[in-house]
């Protein structure tokens, strides 16, 4: 307890923060992992990482989820969003898409102070509203990392912190298509977040989602659906 106050005292002067006091039982309660097990979906959710090399964007992927009109959730940078202007317009026309953000830079936000991680949080969620009018509550730390402090921040910014249950490993290049669906297929259960990457890095990606969405899905009774939609989710009706 003493360390959660002192933490809140840190914060509040770093940030002036006025909202209500931070006290997760555990440090972590604010971290979303996974929807309800009661929940007949599984959301599917691609990271857009700036890459150094290529174009940064899986259009193959992308066509497939449009085609096949395939809910799915990702997460910006701000960095791919100044290179990907078209490609966050086109994304955000999508209905059955959502967006939410995933640090300015990609940095790692451990090595931050507070002040330093709410510039990184903040600066793509202001992008997306000055910039696309748009409103993006959800957020996903790069790398996955996080502490006390970042969980603290994104709560005092009004932002949903979602991680995942389930990580794919798409980005590994030594990894087969087959590999990554035996290992996500494994794991998959209702209520389920898996991470993917839409940037590019996922070489399998693609046929891996394919597989999930007409094989692997339906024969457990499972439909994609986007983070909001998942968090909201009614249980599944018994017969």
């Given at each position: 307890?003493r360390?959660?106050?002192l933490l809140?005292?840190?914060?509040?002067?770093?940030?002036?923060?006025t909202?209500?006091?931070?006290?997760?039982?555990?440090?972590?309660a604010?971290?979303?992992?996974?929807?309800?097990p009661?929940?007949?979906?599984?959301?599917?959710?691609?990271?857009?990482?700036?890459?150094r090399?290529g174009?940064?964007?899986?259009?193959?992927?992308?066509?497939?989820?449009?085609?096949?009109?395939?809910?799915?959730?990702?997460f910006?940078?701000?960095?791919?969003?100044?290179?990907?202007?078209?490609?966050?317009e086109?994304?955000?026309?999508m209905?059955?898409?959502?967006?939410?953000?995933?640090?300015?830079?990609?940095?790692?936000l451990?090595?931050?102070?507070?002040?330093?991680?709410?510039?990184?949080?903040?600066?793509?969620?202001?992008l997306?509203?000055?910039?696309?009018?748009?409103?993006?509550?959800?957020?996903?730390?790069?790398?996955?990392?996080?502490?006390?402090?970042?969980?603290?921040?994104?709560?005092?910014?009004?932002?949903?912190?979602?991680?995942?249950?389930?990580?794919?490993?798409?980005?590994?290049?030594?990894?087969?298509?087959?590999?990554?669906?035996?290992?996500v297929?494994?794991?998959?259960?209702?209520?389920?977040?898996?991470?993917?990457?839409?940037?590019?890095?996922?070489?399998?990606?693609?046929?891996?989602?394919?597989?999930?969405?007409?094989d692997?899905?339906p024969?457990?009774?499972?439909?994609?659906?986007m983070?909001?939609?998942?968090?909201?989710?009614?249980?599944?009706?018994?017969?």
């Amino acid at each position: 307890m003493r360390r959660e106050v002192l933490l809140r005292l840190l914060l509040g002067l770093l940030l002036g923060a006025t909202t209500e006091p931070f006290a997760p039982r555990d440090g972590l309660a604010q971290v979303i992992k996974s929807g309800s097990p009661t929940c007949p979906g599984v959301a599917l959710t691609f990271d857009l990482c700036p890459v150094r090399k290529g174009s940064g964007y899986d259009q193959p992927l992308i066509d497939y989820l449009i085609k096949h009109r395939i809910p799915a959730t990702f997460f910006m940078s701000g960095k791919w969003m100044v290179k990907h202007e078209p490609e966050v317009e086109h994304l955000l026309g999508m209905g059955f898409f959502e967006v939410g953000t995933h640090g300015e830079v990609h940095a790692h936000l451990p090595m931050h102070d507070a002040d330093e991680q709410r510039g990184e949080i903040l600066g793509p969620v202001k992008l997306l509203q000055e910039h696309y009018a748009h409103e993006a509550i959800l957020f996903r730390p790069p790398y996955g990392e996080y502490n006390d402090v970042t969980v603290a921040v994104v709560k005092m910014l009004g932002l949903r912190f979602i991680q995942w249950n389930i990580e794919s490993g798409d980005p590994d290049p030594t990894l087969s298509a087959e590999q990554i669906l035996t290992g996500v297929a494994a794991r998959a259960k209702p209520g389920s977040i898996i991470v993917f990457h839409a940037n590019g890095k996922g070489k399998q990606t693609r046929r891996v989602v394919e597989q999930l969405a007409t094989d692997v899905l339906p024969r457990r009774g499972l439909q994609p659906m986007m983070v909001s939609e998942l968090l909201t989710c009614k249980p599944r009706a018994h017969d």
